[in-house]
């Protein structure tokens, strides 16, 4: 092997069979599932929290959001994916759910605002105020986590 001066060492591969395997992806879906459902209650749960305390909503929801979906990340990089730690992976992920933050907490906000002025009560807001936020398309942590 002659040395190139312009020539980088290239990284040692393991052989297939050392490598950690991933889980099944049935197993991989369910606790995905699992995983949502547990940072949804969190959200939500946090946000009527916050907010019968006398925090305003969107200040609320902002909270929320951080971590409802903080939740979802480290829960689906280690139980559901089992992702080693990566700075990488990390700043992908927060690039995507800061869009995703200002869409949700944007429109949970003027549906608050909307819903409020309807006269429903304030739990019926924030429930239905919550469902529409959510339904909004959500990047997939399987993107990031697995890598």
């Known amino acids: 092997m002659t040395d190139h001066p312009h020539q980088f060492p290239q990284p040692i591969e393991l052989p297939v069979d050392e490598r950690e395997s991933p889980l099944p992806l049935p197993a991989q879906l369910t606790r995905f599932i699992i995983t949502g459902g547990f940072s949804a209650i969190v959200d939500f749960g946090l946000l009527v929290i916050l907010m019968a305390l006398g925090l305003g909503h969107t200040p609320a929801k902002a909270i929320s959001f951080i971590a409802g979906t903080t939740t979802a990340y480290l829960i689906n990089r280690r139980w559901t994916f089992r992702a080693s730690p990566s700075t990488r992976r990390f700043v992908a992920v927060v690039i995507l759910y800061a869009v995703t933050f200002a869409l949700q907490v944007g429109l949970?906000?003027?549906?608050?605002?909307?819903?409020?002025a309807q006269g429903l009560s304030q739990l019926?807001?924030?429930?239905?105020?919550?469902v529409i936020a959510q339904g909004l398309p959500q990047p997939s942590t399987s993107s990031c986590s697995a890598r």
């Open 124 to 130: 019926s807001v924030q429930i239905i105020a919550f």
């Open 108 to 116: 949970f906000s003027v549906l608050f605002t909307f819903l409020t």
